[in-house]
């Protein structure tokens, strides 16, 4: 069974800095893909970010960057000139290719300061 | 193009009492996924599901949950004779399926369950 751990359960950040947020997964499957869905205080669930396991280049939208390092099983999000509404829980999601169910981590809460 | 629907926003039962969770999921979508969030913790996979047909409920507790996708209408999530442990956020998800959107998924507001 796949596992995903992320092990900062909550950080703070000052407005305009950049933080990293750590994920690590288990999975002896070689084709998957990864996630990291940010969770607001709405609770809604919204898609910030997405990698294909069998692309080497690093996934970017806008602001927001992952370094994938899949020999380390290792998929950390970072956020560039951070805003008050990054604020949220952010989780890390695990998929196989072909399997369609997410496995989540316990996520971590983000808090941007003025 | 509405995204994922689901009703209602909450819902409180008390114990014993059934609950009834609905989705809609976003047009054109003909997957359907189920999930749990227990207070402070990730979501859970429970069920997935396209037209008329439960494709993976390994997720799912084996008593008093169950599922369904009907050919005409919404998702349905059934919980019978709830207990305090069921109270939990529910969300629901959608896609269209298959590797050209590269199995991304939708999510609705979720249904939070409070049993009394």
């Known amino acids: 069974a796949q596992t995903v751990t992320q092990s900062q359960p909550e950080m703070s950040v000052q407005e305009a800095e950049t933080v990293t947020l750590s994920c690590t997964y288990d999975?002896?499957?070689?084709?998957?893909?990864l996630f990291w869905y940010k969770q607001p205080p709405s609770r809604q669930m919204i898609l910030v970010i997405r990698?294909?396991?069998?692309?080497?280049q690093n996934a970017t939208e806008n602001r927001f960057s992952v370094n994938f390092q899949k020999a380390a099983k290792s998929f950390s999000l970072k956020i560039s000139d951070s805003q008050l509404g990054d604020t949220a829980m952010y989780f890390c999601?695990?998929?196989?290719?072909?399997?369609?169910?997410?496995?989540f981590g316990t996520g971590t809460r983000l808090t941007i300061i003025p | 193009n509405a995204g994922v629907m689901q009703n209602p926003r909450h819902l409180v039962r008390r114990r014993g009492q059934e609950a009834r969770l609905r989705c809609s999921p976003m047009?054109?979508?003909?997957?359907v996924y189920w999930y749990r969030q227990l207070p402070e913790e990730g979501l859970k996979f429970m069920v997935y599901?396209?037209?008329?047909?439960?494709?993976?409920e390994s997720g799912m507790p084996k008593e008093r949950f169950s599922a369904e996708f009907p050919k005409e209408g919404p998702s349905i999530l059934r919980i019978q004779q709830v207990v305090r442990g069921d109270s939990a956020a529910y969300f629901c998800?959608?896609?269209?399926?298959?590797?050209?959107?590269?199995?991304?998924?939708?999510f609705g507001p979720g249904t939070r369950l409070t049993v009394t």
């Open positions: 998800a959608s896609s269209p399926g298959g590797k050209s959107t590269g199995y991304e998924q939708y």
């Open positions: 999975t002896s499957e070689s084709n998957y893909y």
């Open positions: 990698q294909e396991a069998y692309k080497q």
């Open positions: 999601a695990f998929m196989n290719r072909g399997d369609e169910k997410l496995t």
């Open positions: 047009k054109g979508h003909s997957h």
């Open positions: 599901l396209q037209k008329e047909n439960i494709i993976d």
